[in-house]
């Protein structure tokens, strides 16, 4: 399954990458900057790119590619390599490994919490010893090799 990727700026974004883009996105490549300021420019691009989240995942489903905004998923699962990824609307069934998953949102706030789930760290809204509440009050089991980790994470985020 290809890993894409939809980043997208508007004026109130103040993203590394998004700057970069409103600095250098005017410039006449052809005849105002050298090719080697252009090389060091897309490096940096490539660079911010890695690091900076994405708010849409393009997923294949049984009605064709869909885009599907990060901030909507609330957990992903999975049964062999169907993977289900429920969004706060609808959910969408689409193959492949939770791993494979876990990789295409590192950095977005999903954190494992057993062998078959995938959640949205801002979409919990209970966690107890070894169960979490989701935001629609979706009850799920936490594994015990990830409970140091979820504890870790919420000793992180605590004020």
Known sequence: MPSHVVFSFDE?????????????????VGHNISSSAYLAFLKAVLKLNQKYV????????????????????????????????????????????LTQMEERLRGCGFVRINRHYLVSFNKIIRISHNEIIMKKEQLLHVGKTYQKKIRALIRQRSL
């Not at 294949?60 to 885009?67: K, L």
């Open 12 to 28: 109130n974004d103040n993203s590394p990458l998004a700057n970069l883009f409103n600095v250098f996105g005017k410039v006449d």
């Open 54 to 97: 994405p708010i849409q995942v393009l997923i294949r489903t049984y009605r064709g590619h869909e885009s599907v905004n990060v901030e909507d998923i609330v957990f992903i699962e999975v049964f062999h390599h169907t993977l289900v990824i429920h969004c706060e609307e609808e959910a969408y069934e689409t193959t492949g490994t």
